[in-house]
Nanobody, 120 residues
């Protein structure tokens, strides 16, 4: 199974970006997926998740601005609107079998990350 993010870049505040993460080998009916980010002065933050039924969750910091989705065959997206300088970070996609996460484990498949830089 491989995951590799794309779509990052340098933008102005208020702009939009869409990140993609082709998740080959992660069937939607069994795998839960997520986007994380880590800024220059912050720890890793889980910002959005999607489960095998398509249910989504968001961190308060991105709610109503970002949207996580996935399509067939198994590409994960993060639509980011109204970007702010505090959204500057390396964004990483992650995946795991849903039952594995329900047992209290962490995501065990990770991409390498893509940089998003937002200027004011």
């Amino acid at each position: 199974a491989q995951m590799e993010e794309s779509g990052g870049g340098s933008v102005q505040a208020g702009d939009s970006l869409r990140l993609s993460c082709p998740a080959r080998g992660f069937p939607q009916d069994r795998y839960c997926m997520a986007w994380f980010r880590q800024g220059p002065t912050k720890g890793r933050e889980q910002i959005a998740t999607i489960d095998s039924s398509g249910r989504t969750t968001y961190a308060d910091s991105v709610k109503d601005r970002f949207a996580i989705s996935r399509d067939n065959p198994d590409t994960l997206y993060l639509q980011m609107n109204d970007l702010k300088p505090e959204d500057t970070a390396t964004y990483t996609c992650a995946g795991a079998l849903c039952w594995y996460l329900r047992r209290g484990n962490d995501y065990n498949y990770w991409g390498r990350g893509t940089q998003v830089t937002v200027s004011s």
